[in-house]
């Protein structure tokens, strides 16, 4: 991908990847690819900000000599250690060998330990630390646990340009680089599914983040996250998103997740989606077996319930309800109400441990929660389905 000028001096040197479809592992669905972004700030110094995945390393280095000297790059800095961005550092540092590394403690600590053997110049920053290029300063803001201890933000004062690597970013391959350029419904469906799954757990270090930037006074004219889209015709949208999500606030919406092994869950999940669709409320209904967990997970937080439903097998619920538990349980989404629900043969159990783990994850059980009908749910039971969908949907209004 060509390099892109953002602003007089400022440049994305990064990497698309279209193909990647999970990431961290098996633990991210990215249906829609990702990009490395890296930059580049070019003044009487220079400076490389982040660099990307170690294959593709090549696209990195070939773009930046298409603007400099890597022999005279003067610093790198690091915002993140994650492999996804500093994938390509020992080589930029074997062709870049005189550049000063700047990044935090815990940075510098990780960076030798996962790449051992270097004998690299680590110049240590703090919060409000500054680094002067020429007519361009790069100002430093720690941001430990957005989303890794070593995370920090950089901002090029003169042009508002805001580097805060995995914050405000998204898994979105593209062959442009702007919000202006795409279609901003698909990139912000993508940045809600980053932050539901990523960032989440630290809302309350988001909202503490946001306001320390706030009071040192940043104009943020643009924001160049480290995946995706580079805001700079409305960095506002991505920033008023993130407060909705870090307070928790959401729609008036359900989500159903559930799975049935001879379908009288199924029958269940249906009645109950009538039931809350019955008061125009918003929902959504996802059947484990053939849904994204990540995709539940960014529905999840625009939504105010949860309803969890699965038969009992084996005195528990059907195993591929687990990782959607787990998650939650990691995840603790604020503010949410929910339920379980299901049926059984001979012996239940799987309702009543649904509802010990969305307890777990800080989810508040309605009353109505522990709707559990023996073999096939007879009409009357599905009509107390439905109700309890209408009354869950009372409580989301
Ligand atoms: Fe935390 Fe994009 O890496």
Not at 341 to 349: K, L
């Amino acid at each position: 991908m060509p390099v892109t000028k953002i602003v007089e001096g400022i440049y994305w040197v990064g990497a698309v990847d279209w193909n990647i479809r999970y990431f961290h592992g098996p633990a991210y669905s990215t249906h829609r690819g990702t990009t490395y972004n890296s930059y580049l700030v070019k003044d009487e110094k220079t400076a490389l900000v982040d660099t990307v995945y170690g294959p593709f390393t090549a696209e990195l280095v070939k773009n930046l000599r298409e603007i400099i000297d890597l022999s005279k790059l003067d610093y790198l800095v690091v915002n993140h250690i994650e492999t996804d961005h500093s994938g390509a550092f020992p080589e930029i540092m074997r062709l870049a060998p005189q550049a000063k590394v700047y990044c935090t403690q815990r940075a510098a600590e990780g960076l030798q330990k996962i790449y051992q053997g270097g004998n690299w110049d680590f110049n240590i920053v703090r919060t409000g630390d500054t680094l002067n290029l020429g007519a361009k300063t790069l100002t430093f803001i720690e941001a430990p646990m957005l989303h890794w201890p070593d995370s920090m933000f950089t901002y090029v004062k003169e042009d508002g340009v805001l580097l805060p690597n995995d914050a405000f970013g998204q898994h979105y391959a593209s062959s442009f680089r702007f919000d202006d350029e795409v279609d901003i419904h698909e990139v912000m469906d993508e940045a809600a599914k980053y932050y539901a799954n990523i960032l989440l757990p630290f809302s309350a270090l988001v909202l503490k983040k946001l306001e320390e930037v706030t009071n040192m006074g940043i104009d943020i004219k643009i924001i160049g996250p480290s995946h995706g889209i580079i805001w700079r015709q409305n960095p506002g949208r991505i920033i008023d998103a993130y407060l909705k999500w870090a307070k928790g606030d959401a729609d008036s919406k359900v989500v159903i997740v559930y799975d049935t092994m001879w379908e009288s869950t199924h029958k269940m999940a249906l009645a109950l989606l009538e039931g809350v669709q019955s008061q125009g409320v918003g929902v959504k209904l996802f059947k484990m077996s053939v849904s994204d967990r990540n995709d539940i997970i960014k529905e999840l937080i625009n939504a105010k319930a949860i309803l969890v439903g699965s038969p009992t097998i084996n005195n528990e619920f059907l195993p591929n309800i687990a990782p959607l538990l787990d998650d939650l349980k990691g995840l603790k989404p604020k503010n949410k109400i929910g339920m379980a629900f299901g049926s059984y043969g001979w012996g239940g159990g799987a309702v009543k441990l649904i509802e010990e783990r969305l307890k777990g994850a800080g989810v508040a059980l309605v009353e109505q929660s522990g709707l559990a009908f023996k073999w096939v749910p007879t009409p009357e039971e599905l009509k107390q389905c439905f109700e309890v969908g209408q009354q869950v949907a009372a409580q989301v209004k």
